[in-house]
């Protein structure tokens, strides 16, 4: 993502469409940590309310669900970091 | 028949009580009123040989199992500890070298994956493997990291800066902290000997980047090996088309006309100034610093590598053993783990694992000779590859068919073939200097502060 490179209206382009991919992924994770979570925490619908022991898994799930989705994060920058530096030099 | 059965066996009915009922099944009953006797004496030997050996085995497996879990039970409770998203887990670097005279330069780094890994993975340790190669090529690599830290420290290398931000804390005392909570894994004896040789070399040697390749490109330019006998204009002599001829026709030109030197080979334009993007570098960085900073902590595995038919019953005692190899690397492992150090002593320490060394080939004895035998057998075939590529290429005369479908090498190729076994051979020479067992280990009076040994968790006995 070379901005120096570009006018304002590419620029205003180019960040458009960065805004619509970060939208479509910040969904697409939303998605995938409702259907991850609901399935393992959730089996027994013989009631309707959400028990508290379900309450408490679903929270773990999701603090691990993004914890977790962090940890990728920094490690995919690092390596990204790594061979950019590597072809740079 | 039943009452003949039933007759005399009317006081024991209790004993024949089972074989009365079995006669109903259908066994033949000659087969019941048997008496059971041993096998042979020759099936008596097999059967006692064979399950010997096998249940040797199957013990033998069974125990390496136990003390893995057992080694792994003790540390799991540290895999369990929370971190950060941002934060790091220990991470120790792994060196194994080649073992002398090993087409496989993979066998320590093997019995580091087979033997170490398990109980770190379990305590959740991270680690980076090295693998050497070819002889002397941890030295190198330790020498030429330790050379970029020394210009970094110094200025003349620009810190990376990285387009990429990267979270967590990577400033570089983090990373320092980082690294010296590690820790460094030399697998064999050979790999320390090489470690401490880069170790050496690389807190002593100046600062400007030398490039190998290019150091020995411009070596061998100069060597007259290649040399022509008489300019292209002047009429040809047949005899005297060779190379490396006596000296009374070595006078009469310049040892290698510009026309002749490939293009990668001829003087830069910018020669000196190529090597360091700035002016060279001043005196005061080149002195060897007087004391090092301190290291990590460095942990020995013990290991040998069994090569050769003579070795054959080492290795058949190690494949019914494993245990023991099992236990050494745990504990070596558990040792890293706890992480309690003692000051490295130059006594007892530099002998570590010596008793591998009583385990190299014999051949390798001659390893320098044997390289010169091979030198001098390519230099003395080499004329003849010159003169035909020469040949061809001034169109002397025409390829032959078999020239045609194989094409044989020109010039260049044979410059580029020279260049890269040379510097095969040279390191390769310099690499067994390092690691014969005559050499001893490097070490200098600035190690005595700097370096760490892991010690025994429950006493701190110079044990390794």
């Not at chain 2, 109903?24 to 059971?36: A, E, M």
């Not at chain 2, 058949?316 to 745990?330: E, H, T």
Request: hydrophobic share 30%; net charge neutral.
């Amino acid at each position: 993502m070379d901005f120096s490179q570009m006018n304002a209206a590419e620029q205003a382009q180019m960040s458009r469409i960065l805004e619509k991919k970060q939208m479509q992924d910040f969904l697409k994770m939303y998605s995938n940590l409702v259907e991850r979570c609901f399935t393992t925490c959730c089996n027994d619908f013989t009631s309707k309310a959400l028990s508290s022991k379900e309450e408490q898994c679903l929270s773990h799930c999701a603090d691990k669900f993004l914890k977790h989705s962090e940890r990728v994060g920094a490690r995919f920058a690092e390596l990204n970091a790594e061979q950019m530096g590597v072809t740079d030099k | 028949m039943s009452s003949n059965g039933a007759a005399p066996t009317a006081p024991q009915v209790q004993e024949s009580g089972i074989k009365a009922a079995l006669k109903y099944t259908g066994i033949p009953q000659s087969w019941l009123s048997k008496r059971p006797k041993l096998p042979s004496r020759n099936w008596l030997i097999f059967i006692g040989i064979t399950s010997t050996v096998t249940g040797y085995y199957l013990y033998d497996r069974r125990q390496c199992k136990t003390i893995r879990q057992a080694y792994v039970d003790k540390v799991k409770h540290l895999a369990e500890v929370p971190l950060h998203s941002h934060d790091y887990p220990r991470k120790v670097t792994v060196y194994g070298a080649k073992w002398p005279d090993d087409e496989d330069s993979d066998r320590a780094i093997k019995y580091f994956r087979k033997y170490v890994k398990p109980i770190l993975v379990a305590a959740a340790v991270d680690f980076d493997m090295v693998i050497g190669k070819r002889y002397g090529d941890i030295s190198s690599r330790v020498a030429d990291e330790i050379r970029s830290r020394r210009r970094l420290e110094a200025g003349i290398d620009p810190p990376k800066r990285n387009i990429i931000a990267k979270a967590g804390n990577h400033s570089p005392e983090a990373e320092r902290r980082r690294e010296l909570a590690g820790g460094i894994v030399l697998v064999g004896r050979p790999t320390f000997k090489e470690f401490m040789e880069g170790l050496r070399r690389g807190w002593s040697d100046g600062l400007e980047k030398v490039d190998r390749e290019d150091k020995l490109a411009r070596e061998l330019e100069s060597d007259g090996k290649f040399d022509e006998l008489e300019e292209p204009s002047s009429p040809v002599d047949p005899e005297s088309v060779g190379d490396g001829e006596p000296l009374p026709t070595k006078s009469r030109l310049p040892p290698s006309t510009g026309l002749f030197k490939p293009p990668y080979l001829r003087p830069l334009p910018v020669d000196k100034g190529s090597s360091s993007s700035s002016s060279p570098i001043p005196e005061q960085f080149n002195i060897p610093p007087a004391s090092i900073p301190q290291q990590p902590p460095i942990l020995f595995v013990p290991f040998t590598n069994y090569l050769g038919f003579l070795q054959v019953p080492h290795m058949i005692w190690d494949f019914f053993n494993q245990r023991q190899k099992v236990l050494s690397g745990a504990q070596c492992a558990y040792k890293l783990i706890e992480s309690q150090t003692r000051p490295f002593e130059p006594t007892t320490d530099l002998d570590c694992g010596l008793d591998a060394e009583h385990y190299y080939k014999s051949s390798m004895k001659k390893y320098a000779e044997s390289i010169e035998k091979i030198r001098t057998g390519y230099y003395k075939a080499l004329p003849d590859k010159l003169k035909t590529a020469r040949d061809l290429a001034r169109g002397n005369r025409e390829p032959t068919k078999d020239e045609t479908n194989y094409p044989p090498p020109t010039e260049v190729e044979l410059r580029a073939e020279r260049l890269k076994k040379e510097l095969r051979w040279r390191s390769d020479v310099s690499g067994w200097d390092i690691i014969k067992p005559e050499a001893p280990v490097a070490f200098d009076e600035r190690f005595n502060g700097a370096l760490e040994v892991f010690a025994d968790p429950l006493d701190k006995e110079t044990e390794l």
